[in-house]
């Protein structure tokens, strides 16, 4: 498989993975042949990376933290849960408390597989992977900062719902009054809910507050801030720039990261940055890069721990039949380093 920009897919190219509607639906399966009106339909819900199928490199595995069924049904589970709060229902906090003890299973049996953020966003299903890729996030950092069974759940629990108070209709972040700020309007939401800690609650209050107090919605420094948000807001804060810039100047993994390096101890805690480091992927595998050598090629391999030397096939033809095909490790060839990733 490829991972390839959305305006370089053409016709009779096959799909490869799933993507999926906010509830958890099927939207295209992996496989299926992609038509010229799939492609721009694609285009036009906000789809801009996919992953298709490529003889070349067939044998290319993406791994997963976590499973396409548990994604389903977290993200379904997170539908139902952002409807009832719009319709002002109960909110069936068992059925989300038992998708993300089935997350936790496979964040846990996988831990030591770096995290790459490669599933298929649309208009329709943004707001949930963003939930869900913060929540995998903060979950891989606090296994890496080894807390215990009852705190990852509650961290996992916490970066889930950090964007609850959204859904509110009173929420307005450019309001003077703070208590309308989608953080503020979130904790006064789980708070009510006898089934969450107050922990939990603090994850969506405290996950825009800064190291340095410039943050809001309380302006909040260093130990104040508890260490469940200082942990979502680095998730936060690296899903907004991959897939979330205002700007539409959406970030890839590498510039993200040094992106953030720079925020440590202002914005970002710095022993919070060591384990994110420690747990995403730098180059998607799949993606095409260049390197210092300006040889062009694709990640097909990653290394736990070294997220910035990956695994590289390059493929060389001479027109003919023959092909010269040839595997960097950049893990060994340690004066080479990627370039630049190519769209």
Known sequence: MKYVHIDSVESGQYLGRTIFTSNGVVMLSEGVQLTVYMITTLRRIGVTMIYIKDPNYQDIVIEDVVSDETKQIVMKQMGDTFESLRSGKELNTRSLSQSIDKMLDDLFRNKEILLQLTDIRTKDNEMYVHALNVCMMSTLIGISMELNALQLKELATGALLHDVGKVEENTDDSAEDLKQHHTWRGYELLKSKREYSLLIAHCAFQHHEAIDGTGM??????????????????????????????????????????????????????????????????????????????????????????????????IKNDGGRDMDVKEVDLSKHTTVFVEDVLA
């Open 217 to 314: 919605p309380r302006g909040l420094k260093g130990e104040d801030i508890h260490l469940y948000a200082k942990i979502v807001a680095v998730a936060n804060a690296y899903d907004n720039l991959l897939f979330n810039q205002m700007d539409g100047k959406n970030m890839l993994p590498h510039e993200a990261c040094e992106h953030m390096m720079g925020w440590s101890n202002t914005m970002l805690d710095r022993e919070v940055m060591i384990h994110f480091l420690k747990t995403v992927s730098i180059y998607t595998t799949g993606s095409s890069v260049r390197l210092s050598t300006k040889e062009t090629g694709v990640v097909v391999g990653q290394h736990r721990g070294l997220p910035g030397r990956p695994i590289i096939r390059i």
